[in-house]
């Protein structure tokens, strides 16, 4: 029945269809071409430097949101260099959260990041943190008047406060690029700081209790966790480089006199000698991770672990 109210011959109606079926595809790929990978589906594209970061992001940005981490697992931002797929989904990004406080991987590429996308948001995770110098490793104990001066600490995120200043940057930069959803990236920002401000209660509880506020840790990342709960750092490495062997026998020797029965290591650094440190003292190597992405709930665990090394 349908057929017989069309007009015309069928090889006009054929053509006709097929032209305007050309024409919706070529639309159809002009308009492609044209948006951003991260925005078919209405999401932001976000680029972060550190897996703690996309946890800060997701927490804000929710379904609004598709992040890029440039230092993967398991890779130290000291040393990794990113790849030519992370360099491409940085050029379609519409910001750049940089955690701003020193972090090599940001000194020797954000330069180069940048260029890749001129027109993306460079958020500054570091605003309104007070950073503090990099703990450092003696090779004697230290007198009156005694100190090492050096490069700032990079670890700011290691601070529940400090995270706290770093999410309301983020939330700040996602309002700036995407100002109708003000709304929703304020009530997710204000939930993910409760949560922050209930972890902070938490450790400091549990932390509270302990007598020998000294831990012992390969790589010093752990500085803002120290400050933040009145405790002491001694790494075993200094400045980026393995401790010398008189550097190694005082350490040994600043670890027996405090009582110290365990080594923390990180997974991204060689354990070596953390593990000659543990075994000169009759302990363990203890590993945890600074850059874990489940934030809140690996900053519980590392102040578990501390508890029971301090106990």
Known sequence: MLRDKVQGPTSTRFASAITGLALTAFLVLAVGSCTPE???DGQLGIAVTILPQAEFVDSVGGDRVNITVMVPPGASPHTYEPTPSQMAALSRARM??????????ELAWMDKLIAQNKDMLVVDCSKGVRLQEMAAAYEHEPE???????????????????????VSNIADGLIQVDPDNRAYYEQNRDAYLHKLAQLDREIREAL???ENRMFMVYHPAFGYFATR???????????GKEPTPSGLHHLIERAQAHDI?????????NPQSARVIADAIDGTVVFVDPLAEDYIENLG????????AME
Do not use: C
């Open 96 to 105: 750049y959260a940089k955690v701003g406080s020193g972090v090599e991987f």
């Open 261 to 269: 029965r365990v080594v923390f290591a990180e997974p991204q650094f």
């Open 208 to 210: 509270s209790g302990v």
């Open 229 to 239: 709960y009145d405790l002491t750092m001694l790494p075993v490495q200094a400045e």
């Open 144 to 166: 009156v008047g005694d100190t090492e001066h050096g490069a700032l600490d990079p670890h700011i995120w290691m601070s529940p406060r400090n995270a706290q200043i770093m």
């Open 38 to 40: 991260t925005e078919i």
């Open 301 to 308: 665990m590392v102040a578990q672990e501390m508890v029971r």
